[in-house]
């Protein structure tokens, strides 16, 4: 079975652009999430949704938006892009959206903004 | 708020011995889940090993295995008989409650030397 993929891999931006990620949760899982992992940092929660609807939201600006669709999959929309944007963005899938399910990561989108 | 602290920035192994990662954590949940992923260059976030707090037994798989201390917060991830495929980043992670999300600490570089 295929794991959960993420698209593109690299992408480049200038301040102000806005850029849009995509993810595809493992089969059969409803749940995904997104995480911001900064150069040298451990990556941080932006967003849950599970069956379309948002669960959860981090500690991050509403230039950051998400949505899911019927097939599960999910993206990350980011506005007026900033240089500290710059990371590599994470998606993980898992089944539910509770804390027993465990999360499973694609291999992120690097992000980087001139 | 939850919290996850890794306070080993860098570690280094010789190839065949065991080494042994540290990670405290800060919770006043009573049901709760720990994990350790691991991030090589190929920046993919790999799940190592889960523990569940409830359960008094630590999680072992093949050459991992972790030292959970629930009363001192305390989840050590230890890798016996290490190979050069074991060098990555790892990142000790929370979540529990009603809190769905990964909290992770800011990671360990594991660096195994031939």
């Known amino acids: 079975d295929a794991g959960v993929t993420q698209s593109p891999t690299h992408l480049i931006k200038t301040r102000g652009q806005h850029v849009t990620l995509r993810c595809s949760p493992i089969?059969?899982?409803?749940?995904v999430s997104w995480y911001q992992q900064v150069l040298g940092q451990g990556p941080q929660f932006i967003f849950q949704?599970?069956?379309?609807?948002?669960?959860g939201r981090g500690n991050f600006p509403d230039r950051f938006s998400a949505r899911q669709f019927p097939n599960y999959s999910s993206e990350l929309n980011v506005n007026a892009l900033l240089l500290g944007d710059s990371a590599l963005y994470l998606c993980a899938s898992s089944f539910s959206a509770v804390s027993t399910d465990t999360q499973y990561f694609g291999p992120g989108t690097r992000l980087t903004v001139l | 708020a939850q919290t996850v602290t890794q306070s080993q920035p860098e570690m280094s192994v010789q190839e065949a011995e065991t080494v042994t990662l540290s990670c405290t954590y800060d919770?006043?949940?009573?049901?709760?889940?720990l994990f350790w992923y691991k991030q090589p260059p190929s920046r993919q976030m790999i799940l190592v090993i889960r523990q569940e707090a409830y359960k008094q037994q630590n999680a072992t798989e093949n050459r991992f295995s972790v030292n959970f201390q629930k009363a001192a917060k305390s989840f050590s991830l230890k890798i016996s008989d290490s190979q050069l495929g074991d060098a990555a980043m790892y990142f000790c992670?929370?979540?529990?409650?009603?809190?769905?999300?990964?909290?992770f600490g800011k990671g360990t570089l594991l660096t195994v030397n031939p």
């Open positions: 992670a929370y979540t529990g409650g009603s809190n769905y999300k990964l909290t």
């Open positions: 089969s059969g899982h409803k749940s």
């Open positions: 949704y599970y069956e379309k609807e948002e669960r």
């Open positions: 919770t006043s949940e009573s049901d709760y889940y």
